[in-house]
């Protein structure tokens, strides 16, 4: 069987894993953390820097394909694969645009498609120039930010100098705060012949900065829905895109959607695919990176995904009781097999898929409660 590599070996590498391995492929991962959890699954494990020459050589000797599970791998080692002539997908083109948020603003911008209004700053004095279009905002490192780290409220000025200063000057954006009504999501499947899919658009609830809940489908006009689906596809094109692109948006008053941001790869908000689709945004991202056509995206019932963190974990990583979703119907569980939890630490997930939307979202929220 042919052989797949993926970049990171983190629950997404591990999802992805298990859908080319049921599809029938090996898989080499490269991750540096020895404990990666897609290193259960995957046939080979380079536990090596994503830098690493003699591990990317290994990679371009062996893999029929190579794809990426995170933003922050270096592009440039992306870029040497595809050389080599191995299809890499995404491009680290379109990664570098992703883990920039300055490259990933103005690309967005420049695509024709609605942003919050932003500052680019590259240096202090980037900020000597009327702020009141971004004010009060949020200031954002454009790089490495996740969760919700490496971002300051500031409402003045002076406080966005003082942000930008604890931030050591490096780049950022500024960005209006925006009064959001909800936020939601689309994931596109974009294949080297330019056929494409987009999965239902799931509504995200976040807590403390952290995905906490997906609602599937989102709870907006049907409008709307298409909007977001519409606009997802639009920037996968203009990308170029081969692979699984999720974009986040915001939805603000008057039935209006912007682009908060993007994620070359599959996302936390797509997990409801595993259960509630025929075809998960892993399948998609092995279908796409292989050149196979991708596979049925419809809602196969109203989902709901609910994000478990450390939070939920004892004393000593003790696992939570999970018999009460063992015993609840329309429930599935997905834990990422991390070998220890921490505060806001990603360890699994659930789905919850029921007749109605809020009839899932209700046994969720009881679930929650009793974990
Ligand atoms: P992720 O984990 O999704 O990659 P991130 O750290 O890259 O998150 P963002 O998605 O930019 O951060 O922002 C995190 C959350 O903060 C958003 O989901 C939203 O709830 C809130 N937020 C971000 N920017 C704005 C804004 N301009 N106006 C209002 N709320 C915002
Ligand atoms: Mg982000
Ligand atoms: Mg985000």
């Known amino acids: 069987p042919a052989m797949l590599g993926i970049l990171g070996g983190g629950q997404l590498g591990r999802m992805f894993t298990v859908a080319a391995k049921t599809m029938g492929y090996q898989v080499t991962v490269l991750d540096p953390d020895p404990n990666a959890p897609a290193a259960d699954f995957a046939d080979v494990h380079l536990a090596q ?3 690493d020459a003699h591990a990317l050589a290994t990679l371009a000797q062996t893999c029929a394909a190579i794809t990426t599970e995170f933003e922050n791998v270096n592009a440039d080692s992306m870029r040497w694969l ?38 680019a700053i590259r240096n202090s004095g980037d900020l000597d120039v009327d702020l009141s279009p971004y004010l009060p905002g949020i200031l954002k490192t454009a790089r490495l930010g996740y969760d919700g780290k ?9 406080e966005a100098r003082l942000a930008l200063s ?19 999501s689309a994931i596109v499947t974009r294949t080297r012949a330019g056929e494409a899919t987009c999965f239902p658009v799931a509504e995200n609830q976040h807590k403390n ?17 298409d909007q977001a689906r519409s606009m997802a596809l639009q920037l996968a094109e203009k990308l170029d895109y081969i692979g699984v692109l999720a974009v986040e948006f915001f939805v603000l008053e008057g039935d209006r959607l912007v682009i908060n941001e993007m994620a070359p790869r599959p996302h936390n908000s797509g997990h409801y695919t595993l259960d509630a689709t025929l075809t998960s945004q892993f399948e998609q991202q092995v279908r796409a990176m292989c050149g196979l056509y ?15 963190l450390g939070d939920t974990w004892g004393e ?41 939307v ?8 009881a679930i929650k409660d009793t974990l």
């Open 49 to 51: 820097p994503y830098t």
């Open 82 to 119: 595809a050389q080599q002539g191995i299809p890499v997908s995404p491009s680290g083109e379109c990664v570098a645009i992703a883990q920039d948020r300055i490259a990933e603003k103005t690309f967005i911008r420049n695509s024709g498609l609605d942003t919050a209004p932003f500052l």
């Open 150 to 158: 490496g971002q300051v409220r500031v409402q003045t000025l002076e």
């Open 166 to 184: 604890n931030m050591k000057h490096q780049a950022c954006v500024l960005e209006k705060m925006l009064p959001l009504v909800a936020e939601v």
């Open 209 to 225: 900065g952290i995905l906490d809940v997906s609602i599937v489908p989102a709870r907006i006009s049907p409008e709307l829905l």
């Open 294 to 308: 991708p596979g049925k995206t419809d809602l196969l019932r109203p989902t709901v995904m609910v994000n478990l």
């Open 316 to 356: 000593n990583n003790a696992a939570p009781h999970w018999e009460v979703l063992m015993t609840a119907p329309n429930t599935k569980l997905h834990l990422y097999g991390k070998k220890e939890a921490r505060i806001g630490r990603k360890m699994g997930h659930f789905n919850v898929l029921a007749d109605t």
């Open 358 to 365: 809020d009839a899932a979202l209700e046994q969720a929220e």
